[in-house]
């Protein structure tokens, strides 16, 4: 018989490259950047499954070039806002994400972002590079403290409870705004306004969704402490980069640290590059060694699952099934 054929966009973890290959007749995007949309147009006709990164646009025009017998698109995130859900949950395509696998690698890297901005570590390390280092001093690069300092999680999910696990670690107080969330470590629901207006630390772990987007706008910035720390390892769009810059750049917060901005990547000429009290990072909260190859391997199983016809394992529109 033969196998399926799956569409790849980008080389993934050799683990899950096997997995599809000993399964599918595969085609892979060579390159380390994304192929183009008329790529992908191209290469999709007649695939079964389609196994996607964050960085493509997976829309009805791609659907419907690839044709009705198109049953899964398994995404290699736990985001999905780069696929037209609603799209592929009319045509009855199943879509796949990895939840879960990436939250403690996520949770790291945003509470180490936290510790940078807040402990001025990038800052400090420039000065000795340029040798401004001259003395040990009672007021040089002084930061914020953690301890008893009030950490303000927007979105209460998977990565916002391991982020809160964390902080419980460094005895700050931790509130949430997630409506549905799950109380844990002792952190306390409180309103969107409160928590802006409280925290000393500000973490977001939304998906980007209608209402999330620009969540973090000027109103956003005018209620929080002149202290406040803003960091966003979700999604670029969820920060107004405009309300951002002025934020910063008139000291109306102490820092921010981004891992992802709007767009991506960002331009060498966006006037964020400019500010001495902000950190980007390349979008890189899930890139260890460990999760990266744990994402292949589960992108591949709900890949695998959907040319099959069984359930994935994550499913991000299980109305499909009903
Ligand atoms: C990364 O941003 C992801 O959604 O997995
Ligand atoms: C992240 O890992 C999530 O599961 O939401």
Request: proline residues 6%; aromatic residues 6%.
């Amino acid at each position: 018989m033969q196998k399926p054929r799956v569409y790849i966009t980008r080389v993934l973890p050799a683990k899950g490259m096997q997995l599809i290959q000993d399964h599918c007749q595969m085609e892979v995007w060579p390159d380390e950047l994304p192929p183009s949309r008329e790529e992908i147009l191209t290469r999709v006709p007649g695939v079964a499954g389609i196994l996607s990164l964050l960085t493509d646009k997976i829309d009805a025009e791609v659907m419907k070039a690839a044709g009705s017998q198109l049953r899964v698109i398994s995404n290699y995130a736990v985001g999905y806002n780069n696929i037209d859900i609603k799209a592929a949950t009319e045509r009855g395509i199943a879509v796949g994400n990895t939840p879960g696998i990436l939250t403690d690698a996520t949770a790291d890297f945003a509470f180490a972002l936290m510790l940078t901005v807040g402990r001025r570590i990038l800052e400090a390390a420039r000065t000795v590079r340029s040798g401004q280092w001259q003395t040990w001093g009672p007021s040089i690069l002084l930061g914020s403290d953690f301890v008893g300092a009030t950490l303000g999680l927007i979105g209460f999910g998977r990565i916002g409870h391991a982020m809160a696990k964390r902080a419980s670690g460094f005895d700050m107080r931790v509130l949430y705004s997630d409506a549905g969330a799950e109380p844990a470590y002792d952190a306390k629901a409180a309103h969107l306004d409160t928590l802006l207006r409280e925290s000393d630390f500000i973490s977001l772990h939304v998906p980007l969704t209608a209402d999330t987007h620009h969540l973090i706008s000027t109103s956003a910035f005018e209620k929080m402490k002149s202290n406040a720390i803003l960091i966003n390892t979700a999604r670029g769009e969820i920060v107004d980069p405009a309300a951002l810059y002025d934020a910063l750049k008139n000291r109306r917060i102490f820092g921010a640290a981004l891992d992802v901005t709007e767009p991506e990547p960002l331009p060498m000429d966006s006037p964020l590059l400019e500010l001495d009290n902000l950190i980007i990072c390349p979008h890189i909260a899930s890139a260890s060694v460990i999760t990266r190859e744990n994402m292949a391997i589960k992108a591949v199983q709900n890949l695998l699952a959907g040319i099959r016809g069984e359930p994935l394992p994550n499913i991000v529109n299980p109305q499909i099934y009903e």
